[in-house]
């Protein structure tokens, strides 16, 4: 049951194109920063493989500059 | 149920969160999440928020602890809190998790026939008593030591104070704060009379430069960094990174110069020298406020058993001081310290303009250092010379590593040379602690015994026969644990050790005593900028663990002093530290009542009037300056500072043929010290599972080294075996290593050197030679 946190960087202008793909991912929870680039992506997946598989989907999108790890937790499912 | 683990799924996430955001907040100052980090927590949870200080470091931050159901489930940055306004660093964010760990030690150990067997407390206090007492009968009062720490609390220090010394009549205490800020210390008492920086944080918001002095602000001090940092955009102010290895903090800086190890001593006087050769001094202020002096050179390097070392000062005259800077021009130090002549000219010229408010910041790279308290005398020199001293923005500003290493290791003074209030060598201040503790002033012995490096060799020689060490890990991390841990073992010595963790020093353990961690007892620390911080315990500790200051009662009892610790288990922290404050009493150092500690996140000393005083020494904000001027040094008897004429002398190991690199230890951001605490943090452990060794890639590529090769560092003490690591955290310059000391698997210790600063007798850590070679 991983849960981790990004941040994203999007192009400069994309921040709002960054934004709302990442919206439209259900696992994805963000908040944009009010003053810069950077957008803060916490994911929620039930394992490994399909947070993996969502980190190769963000890494997909045009928009996105950077994507940098900053925490991870893996809590028990019960 | 379901809701509670929905609850616990949620505030994860919002733990996630708040990283991410704090780590936004190092690499873009000022940068706003709207009003995320005020939500908290799920908007259904029942919790209860109490204040204190933050368990990590000496910034001292304030945190707000969320507990549910007598659960510490949450931490915030207390907004109301000066230090940080709010803000956390990561490990301040995640610091509760640990106490959750499932080796946590709950119960005391006793080793029986080589194994811990699970003892009830008082029992095992009966041990430890007993052991004591006959250690003493046999072989006398200096045959026991105990080794405390810079984040046991003010009473728990001022209790281990007053059994060592008050009550058995031995100085045989000191603490882990001797490795990391003695030199400090021994600067700012040589200097001023006086311990601790003049200033306080608020210098920040004033100073048109920051210069730091071998010191990685950005992920050791991070708030105060990002504090730096939103001056930088906000004014212009701006950051010089004055240090041996580009890091983080070089690269967020305006400026990053760097030096060759040990060079800084002739830095600093070339600085100097600059300064009175383009006419900066300000002279009114050296002519009513300092002194000069010299002291012996040629000191040697502790490097040798019963190592002594007393200075002799000598008064001199600015023409002398003048002369003897003729050696340390910008063209002269410029060959040997790696530093261009246009990068000390421009240093100096930063100090030297009246207009340019300039702090220095430093700690472990100028103290760790076997010139240590010369280095902190160079320093006070330049702000001296410029009159840029004790005023907002202006002065020199030493930081600390541990919770309380001022509050508790200086302050109360768990050091063997010190008393609550001043020194053991001095009548006065014995005769004022045996009134307060009430025991004869013949009982305090008047020589101090061993510092740290020097009770750990006796340990090794069979001269203490029992040791008792709380809140910390001297087998990681002393100097040249090789030898120490080999000392330690021998059966020649019973250990005790309190701790909340089992770790390294609680393997060679003959008792282990289960310590509260510091939300499970009530307590106060002392940070960075004279800062006392009081808080109320938060949650019950697990089983039988119990404050370590309680347990120091216990024994006392048990060694027949009941009556000088006449204290109640529940109100011991207000009672003790009501009897401390007795020695603080006056305009100096007055410290503040706890009714008011309980209400504020902390009040600065001296504590006049219902007042911190923010600015020492300077006339307009301290009620302690007397002598009609604008300030006064009032720590020395004649009210001045000293200039001190201190050269500039080698380490003493340098690279060559054989171990051609110097080797550089140090810290990271996500682990604090010797990792115990932070390495149970899964997501800091998991940001940096183990340490490394960092080279520079021309040396790598010469060496044939790929990132995450095994490599061997070998010293002629020991080796230690580790990833290699190139153009990732840090870039050592050419000719370096650079190794983080938190892994109690690679144990980098066993090949550092155990030289001290002769003055301060903290050991140098920066500065060792060594090979290495792929395994």
New interface residues.
């Given amino acids: 049951m991983p849960i981790k946190s990004y941040l994203a960087h999007a192009f400069t202008g994309k921040k709002e194109e960054l934004l709302g793909a990442l919206q439209k991912i259900n696992q994805c929870e963000v908040v944009p920063a009010k003053n810069e680039d950077v957008i803060v992506l916490v994911t929620d997946t039930s394992n490994e493989i399909e947070e993996e598989t969502l980190k190769e989907r963000i890494e997909a999108i045009d928009s996105l500059k950077i994507l940098s790890l900053v925490s991870g937790f893996n809590p028990p499912q019960n | 149920m379901i809701k509670s683990?929905t609850n616990?799924?949620s505030f994860?996430?919002k733990?996630?969160?708040l990283?991410?955001?704090t780590?936004?907040a190092s690499?873009?100052p000022?940068?706003?999440?709207?009003t995320?980090q005020e939500k908290g927590i799920p908007k259904d949870a029942n919790l209860d928020w109490k204040k204190g200080p933050c368990r990590f470091c000496g910034v001292g931050c304030g945190v707000l602890v969320g507990t549910e159901n007598g659960k510490a489930v949450a931490v915030k940055g207390d907004p109301n809190c000066s230090v940080n306004k709010g803000l956390l660093c990561?490990k301040g964010y995640h610091q509760i998790m640990c106490i959750q760990s499932k080796d946590r030690l709950t119960h005391a150990l006793v080793k029986k026939n080589g194994r811990y067997e699970k003892t009830p407390l008082s029992e095992a206090l009966d041990l430890v008593a007993n052991k004591m007492k006959e250690t003493i009968q046999v072989h006398g009062k200096d045959a026991v030591a105990m080794y405390t720490s810079g984040q046991s609390t003010i009473p728990e220090g001022y209790v281990a104070s007053k059994l060592m010394k008050g009550a058995i009549g031995t100085n045989n205490l000191d603490c882990n704060a001797r490795l990391c800020m003695a030199s400090a210390v021994a600067g700012f008492l040589t200097t001023f009379g006086a311990d601790e920086p003049m200033g306080c944080y608020e210098d920040i918001d004033h100073a048109d430069y920051f210069i730091t002095w071998g010191n990685n602000m950005a992920e050791m001090h991070p708030v105060l960094f990002s504090r730096m940092l939103e001056q930088k955009t906000r004014r212009g102010a701006k950051i010089i990174d004055f240090a041996t290895r580009t890091t983080r903090s070089s690269t967020a800086s305006d400026r990053s110069i760097l030096f060759e190890p040990q060079t800084d001593l002739a830095i600093a006087n070339a600085i100097c020298y600059e300064i009175i050769k383009n006419g900066w001094v300000n002279k009114t202020f050296i002519e009513k406020h300092c002194n000069f002096s010299k002291g012996i050179t040629n000191m040697g390097y502790g490097l040798e058993d019963h190592y002594k070392f007393s200075d002799k000062p000598e008064k001199i005259d600015f023409e002398s001081y003048k002369e003897f800077l003729k050696d340390y021009s910008p063209e002269k130090v410029s060959k040997y310290s790696k530093v261009s002549v246009k990068d000390i000219k421009y240093l100096a010229a930063i100090y030297g303009d009246p207009n340019k408010k300039v702090v220095s910041y430093w700690c472990m790279g100028m103290n760790q250092h076997t010139r240590g308290t010369w280095m902190n005398n160079l320093l006070y020199n330049i702000h001296l010379l410029t009159g840029k001293i004790s005023q907002p923005g202006n002065g020199p500003f030493s930081l600390t590593g541990q919770p309380s290493a001022c509050g508790t290791a200086r302050e109360v003074g768990t050091f063997t040379h010190k008393l609550p209030k001043g020194v053991v060598t001095n009548e006065k201040h014995r005769r004022l602690a045996a009134k307060i503790w009430k025991v004869p002033y013949e009982q305090i012995p008047s020589k101090p015994t061993y510092h740290a490096t020097e009770m750990f060799r006796a340990v090794d020689r069979g001269d203490i026969k029992f040791i008792w060490t709380q809140a910390t890990n001297p087998l990681v991390s002393l100097p040249k644990t090789s030898r120490y841990r080999a000392g330690i073992e021998q059966e020649s010595c019973f250990v005790v050790v309190s701790d909340v963790f089992p770790r390294q020093t609680s393997d060679v353990a003959d008792v282990i005593l289960p310590a509260s961690w510091h939300i499970e007892k009530s307590g106060l620390y002392g940070n960075s900028e004279r800062r006392t911080q009081h808080w109320d315990k938060m949650v019950e500790a697990p089983g039988e663990a119990t404050p370590d200051a309680w347990m120091f009662i216990e024994v006392a009892k048990r060694l027949g002093f009941g009556e000088l610790f006449p204290y109640s288990k529940e109100n011991h922290v207000e009672e003790i530290y009501n009897e401390y404050r007795q020695f603080h009493e006056g305009a100096k150092h007055g410290m503040a009542p706890l009714e008011v500690l309980k209400k504020e996140s902390g009040a600065i000393w001296p504590y006049v009037n219902g007042k911190s005083t923010q600015w020492r020494f300077n006339a307009k904000y301290d009620p302690a300056c007397t002598n009609g001027e604008d300030f006064h040094f009032y720590g020395k008897p004649d009210g001045k500072a000293v200039i001190w004429q201190r050269p500039f002398e080698e380490a003493p190991e340098k690279p060559n043929k054989e171990y051609p690199f110097w080797l550089n230890t140090g810290r990271v951001i996500e682990h604090w010290h010797t990792g115990s605490m932070t390495r149970r943090i899964?997501?800091l452990h998991?940001?940096m599972p183990n340490a490394y060794v960092e080279f520079h890639p021309d040396d790598a590529k010469a060496l044939g080294i790929r990132n995450g090769e095994n490599i061997k560092v070998s010293s002629r003490r020991g080796s230690c075996v580790l990833p290699a690591s190139i153009n990732e955290r840090g870039l050592p310059t050419k000719g370096q290593i650079f190794v983080p000391f938190f892994d109690e698997n690679m144990l980098i210790n066993d090949v550092t050197l155990d030289a001290f600063c002769p003055i301060s007798k903290e050991p140098d850590y920066k500065k060792c030679a060594v090979k290495v070679e792929k395994v």
């Fill in positions: 683990d616990r799924r994860i996430k733990m996630a969160m990283s991410a955001m780590a936004a690499m873009f000022g940068i706003l999440f709207a995320e990561v899964p997501v998991q940001a």
